[in-house]
């Protein structure tokens, strides 16, 4: 299983939807995670940082399930300028390093 | 604040030559920084940890002689990919601090022919 699991999508949404994806993890004692977004051929930003159950930003939301590994962002009322890749990421702790671990990406392309 | 610059942006170079690719944090200090890079419809793969004053340390699979790492001041690492092949080709970026805080430069876009 990766460490990391994401819904590559495309989610092709209309201008003004709610949509949401979901991000799943395989080590239970994450305790923190975070949504970053990239856009084509740019650095990724950060998002969202998750700590307990969720967080809410403006129209973004995320919600952590422990119980069942796993982590949503939910946009509501859908911009073009929200269209970009959303990055599901969760740092490791211990070994020789402490990283990021990224997931593969969710791309989202909100529509006209 | 927390601004990390990255150059070149791009380059393309011909195969067996190598690339030295700049990464600098313009405003803050950190110790440690990262090394990333991304194929196409792929995610950010770690390359390596490096410590400022210290060897870095390299992920699985990624050759510590052909990726070299200097990071030798608080602001500035390079990367040096040697004798560039295509399958090197890819967007490479860094970023400074620590893995919960990090800022990330703009990234590099390299193109080996």
């Known amino acids: 299983r990766k460490e990391v699991e994401q819904d590559p999508g495309p989610f092709n949404v209309p201008e003004g939807a709610t949509v949401a994806f979901n991000c799943t993890y395989s080590?239970?004692?994450?305790?923190?995670f975070f949504w970053y977004r990239q856009d084509c051929r740019k650095e990724p930003k950060l998002l969202m940082s998750?700590?307990?159950s969720g967080n809410e930003d403006g129209r973004f939301t995320a919600q952590l399930n422990r119980a069942s590994q796993y982590i949503s962002l939910l946009i509501r009322d859908s911009k073009l300028s929200d269209s970009a890749t959303y990055l599901c990421v969760v740092p490791r702790y211990g070994g020789a390093t402490n990283k990021l671990i990224f997931g593969t990406g969710t791309l989202l392309a909100v529509q006209p | 604040g927390a601004v990390v610059s990255q150059h070149p942006s791009w380059v393309i170079c011909k195969s067996g030559t190598s690339v030295k690719i700049e990464c600098r944090s313009l405003?803050?200090?950190?110790?440690?920084m990262f090394w990333y890079r991304q194929f196409p419809k792929q995610s950010l793969m770690l390359m390596a940890t490096s410590n400022e004053g210290s060897k870095a340390t390299y992920e699985q699979g990624v050759e510590k002689d052909k990726f070299l790492i200097n990071h030798a001041s608080l602001t500035l690492s390079t990367l040096t990919v040697t004798s560039a092949h295509p399958e090197d080709s890819s967007f490479y970026i860094c970023s400074w601090g620590a893995p919960e805080t990090q800022y990330f430069g703009p990234g590099t876009r390299l193109l080996v022919l």
């Open positions: 998750v700590y307990s």
């Open positions: 405003d803050f200090q950190a110790t440690t």
């Open positions: 080590n239970s004692a994450s305790q923190s």
